[in-house]
């Protein structure tokens, strides 16, 4: 059989997706124990058990001198920004993108300087709006609000665009004004439209809250990151860095699962 | 009652001529089926009629009163595909044109007027033959059942006129032939113009009282003499692209087919017979 018909079943499936996690594992072992027979006070590859220890530490034990339990404190303080964030690029994008991509009118003059503004390098902005908005929370969610809401507002206007014509035309026969063609012909279709959009942007979002914590910040999971970096701890970093890819896999999955119940027409429109 | 009117329209995209001197009255209530190659500008001249495309040149009268730019509820329309919304049930699809009229701001009934839209929908869905699928999804249904979808919500506004863009085209024959007769007695039954386009001969000779033919004029002699031995010739093609599609054939149906006299005046009527999924009697 050639191999391009080889389709492995569900059992097979799940042993395939587990194997290069399982490898990744193993390496990692193999190394660490190698680092560590040789030097044990080695920090670059510390093993499992060290880094349980300082997890246990930063999740279950309070700060003698603060009081506070560091991990929830930082994925806490990480989370309402990243949230708030995204909170609000969602929604410039959802109006402003519907704007574009329905009314021609809105197109011609808010889509230039959007299409340019998208490649204004986020990152680059970080100084400007430090300088502006101060050190704190503001700064950092404008700047995952700038980095991630022309990119989503695009997509959108262009997925509107992808509606067919004939869709806007037939409302237009039922009597449709242009309000109502966008309330109830392009806006439920652009729902779940947005949903994939934003999971896309779930990544750059992480990125730029980082970035700013690293430079700015009394909290956060990137800020702890940064800071414990100074002393070579990387039995705090890995745990850190897997419990933020973890958030980040569950936010995607939260929002896949909230596609599926919300928009039970949508894999079957996608499709037809 | 109303009578449709091109009066000298003409199409025009830049340097190319898409129609060229429509002249043309629809008579109400008649049904009238387009036929042409690819290409021929039928499709324009539905967009015209429609009011999603201006003319060039000449007027479109609908009652005396030229047309209006945009389209509106006066006319409705099926398209070969994407006619229904995706993201509406089988129900909501249908009541969508009542929530757009009785309810601007919203666009969506509540209470006793939606249980009003719902059964009026409902009787709707019933005489296209759709009755038990309200709940789907248009994902769900078949093509056939899709078109019947699409007629049932252009129904509900009652429009004048009706505009069907290779609506049967993808359809397998089996299904098409249903469909027709759901066709027919639609327009029979109610105070309706039909203005179909169509690449099938037979079927626009079955339903149509009238078929109309557009074609390039690529057959003209004066044109065969100049161009005749260069048929590959850039030059041919190009005086070809500025000759613009017109109506070469003209046919009223023969045995003429008169729609059924509505009972009270021109007051449209929605009372199909319930349960015509068995269509496959011939009619007429």
């Given at each position: 059989?050639?191999?391009?018909?080889?389709?492995?079943?569900?059992t097979?499936r799940f042993?395939?997706?587990?194997l290069p996690f399982a490898?990744?594992?193993?390496?990692y072992m193999?190394g660490?124990?190698?680092?560590?027979a040789e030097?044990?006070?080695d920090k670059?590859?510390p093993n499992f058990g060290?880094?349980?220890?300082?997890i246990r530490?930063?999740?279950?034990?309070?700060d003698?001198r603060?009081?506070?339990?560091?991990l929830w404190n930082?994925?806490?303080?990480?989370l309402?920004?990243?949230?708030?964030?995204?909170a609000i690029s969602?929604?410039i994008a959802?109006?402003?993108?519907i704007?574009?991509?329905?009314?021609?009118i809105a197109g011609a003059t808010?889509?230039?300087?959007?299409?340019v503004?998208?490649?204004?390098?986020?990152?680059?902005l970080?100084?400007?709006?430090?300088?502006i908005?101060?050190l704190g929370d503001?700064?950092k969610?404008?700047?995952?609000?700038?980095?991630?809401t022309?990119k989503?507002?695009r997509?959108?206007?262009l997925?509107?665009?992808?509606?067919?014509?004939e869709q806007?035309?037939k409302a237009q026969?039922?009597?449709?004004?242009?309000w109502?063609?966008?309330?109830?012909?392009v806006?439920?279709q652009?729902l779940?439209r947005l949903?994939?959009?934003?999971?896309?942007?779930i990544?750059?979002a992480?990125?730029f809250?980082?970035a700013?914590?690293?430079?700015?910040?009394?909290?956060g999971?990137?800020?702890r990151i940064f800071?414990?970096?100074?002393?070579?701890?990387m039995?705090?970093?890995?745990?850190?860095v897997i419990w933020?890819t973890l958030?980040?896999?569950l936010m995607?999955?939260?929002l896949r699962?909230?596609q599926?119940r919300?928009f039970?027409?949508?894999?079957?429109?996608?499709?037809? | 009652?109303?009578?449709?009117?091109f009066?000298k329209?003409w199409?025009e995209?830049g340097?190319?001529?898409?129609?060229?001197r429509?002249d043309l009255?629809?008579?109400?209530r008649a049904?009238?089926a387009?036929?042409?190659?690819?290409?021929?500008?039928?499709?324009?001249?539905l967009?015209?009629?429609l009011?999603?495309?201006?003319?060039?040149?000449?007027?479109?009268?609908?009652?005396?009163?030229?047309l209006k730019?945009e389209?509106?509820a006066?006319?409705?329309?099926?398209?070969?595909r994407?006619?229904v919304?995706?993201?509406l049930?089988?129900?909501?699809?249908?009541m969508?044109?009542?929530e757009?009229?009785?309810?601007?701001i919203?666009?969506?009934?509540?209470?006793l007027r939606?249980?009003?839209?719902?059964?009026?929908?409902?009787k709707?869905?019933d005489?296209?033959?759709?009755k038990g699928?309200?709940?789907?999804y248009?994902?769900e249904l078949?093509?056939?059942?899709?078109?019947?979808?699409?007629?049932?919500?252009?129904?509900n506004?009652?429009?004048k006129?009706?505009?069907?863009?290779e609506?049967?085209?993808a359809l397998?024959?089996?299904?098409?032939a249903?469909?027709h007769v759901l066709i027919?007695?639609?327009?029979?039954?109610?105070?309706?113009?039909?203005v179909?386009?169509t690449?099938?001969?037979?079927e626009?000779f079955r339903l149509g009282t009238?078929?109309?033919?557009?074609e390039?004029p690529?057959?003209?002699p004066?044109?065969l003499?100049?161009?005749g031995?260069?048929?590959?010739?850039v030059?041919l093609a190009?005086?070809?692209s500025k000759?613009?599609?017109s109506i070469t054939?003209d046919f009223?149906?023969?045995?003429?087919k008169?729609?059924?006299p509505?009972?009270?005046?021109?007051?449209?009527?929605?009372?199909?017979?319930?349960?015509?999924?068995d269509?496959n009697?011939?009619?007429?």
């Amino acid at each position: 059989m050639r191999l391009l018909n080889l389709k492995p079943d569900k059992t097979w499936r799940f042993v395939l997706a587990a194997l290069p996690f399982a490898a990744i594992l193993v390496a990692y072992m193999f190394g660490s124990a190698i680092r560590l027979a040789e030097n044990p006070d080695d920090k670059l590859l510390p093993n499992f058990g060290a880094m349980g220890e300082a997890i246990r530490h930063y999740a279950l034990q309070a700060d003698p001198r603060s009081g506070i339990y560091h991990l929830w404190n930082d994925t806490l303080s990480s989370l309402s920004l990243l949230l708030t964030a995204l909170a609000i690029s969602t929604l410039i994008a959802l109006v402003f993108g519907i704007m574009i991509g329905l009314l021609p009118i809105a197109g011609a003059t808010f889509g230039p300087v959007v299409a340019v503004a998208s490649m204004v390098p986020p990152l680059a902005l970080l100084p400007i709006l430090f300088i502006i908005m101060g050190l704190g929370d503001a700064a950092k969610i404008a700047l995952i609000v700038i980095g991630t809401t022309l990119k989503l507002t695009r997509d959108m206007a262009l997925r509107v665009q992808d509606l067919p014509r004939e869709q806007l035309i037939k409302a237009q026969t039922l009597g449709a004004s242009t309000w109502q063609v966008g309330l109830r012909v392009v806006l439920p279709q652009m729902l779940p439209r947005l949903i994939d959009a934003v999971r896309l942007e779930i990544g750059p979002a992480w990125l730029f809250l980082i970035a700013a914590e690293a430079i700015a910040a009394d909290s956060g999971l990137g800020y702890r990151i940064f800071l414990v970096r100074r002393y070579l701890a990387m039995d705090v970093i890995i745990p850190y860095v897997i419990w933020i890819t973890l958030l980040a896999f569950l936010m995607d999955l939260a929002l896949r699962l909230l596609q599926r119940r919300a928009f039970p027409w949508f894999a079957g429109a996608r499709t037809a | 009652m109303t009578a449709i009117v091109f009066d000298k329209v003409w199409k025009e995209y830049g340097d190319h001529v898409v129609l060229e001197r429509i002249d043309l009255t629809i008579a109400p209530r008649a049904f009238v089926a387009l036929v042409g190659p690819s290409g021929c500008g039928k499709t324009t001249f539905l967009r015209m009629l429609l009011g999603e495309e201006t003319p060039t040149r000449g007027r479109i009268l609908v009652d005396g009163k030229p047309l209006k730019a945009e389209p509106n509820a006066d006319r409705g329309v099926v398209f070969q595909r994407y006619s229904v919304f995706p993201h509406l049930t089988v129900l909501a699809n249908v009541m969508v044109g009542r929530e757009f009229e009785e309810a601007p701001i919203l666009g969506k009934l509540f209470g006793l007027r939606r249980r009003e839209a719902e059964t009026e929908a409902l009787k709707l869905l019933d005489a296209v033959g759709l009755k038990g699928h309200e709940k789907k999804y248009p994902a769900e249904l078949s093509g056939g059942m899709q078109q019947r979808l699409a007629l049932a919500q252009a129904l509900n506004r009652k429009p004048k006129i009706l505009l069907l863009d290779e609506p049967f085209g993808a359809l397998d024959p089996g299904i098409r032939a249903d469909i027709h007769v759901l066709i027919r007695r639609i327009w029979n039954e109610n105070n309706l113009t039909v203005v179909m386009v169509t690449h099938d001969l037979s079927e626009a000779f079955r339903l149509g009282t009238r078929v109309i033919a557009f074609e390039r004029p690529r057959n003209r002699p004066e044109e065969l003499e100049r161009y005749g031995a260069t048929l590959d010739d850039v030059s041919l093609a190009d005086a070809m692209s500025k000759a613009g599609a017109s109506i070469t054939r003209d046919f009223e149906v023969w045995p003429k087919k008169i729609a059924t006299p509505l009972p009270n005046g021109h007051g449209a009527q929605l009372e199909l017979e319930v349960g015509s999924t068995d269509g496959n009697k011939p009619v007429g």
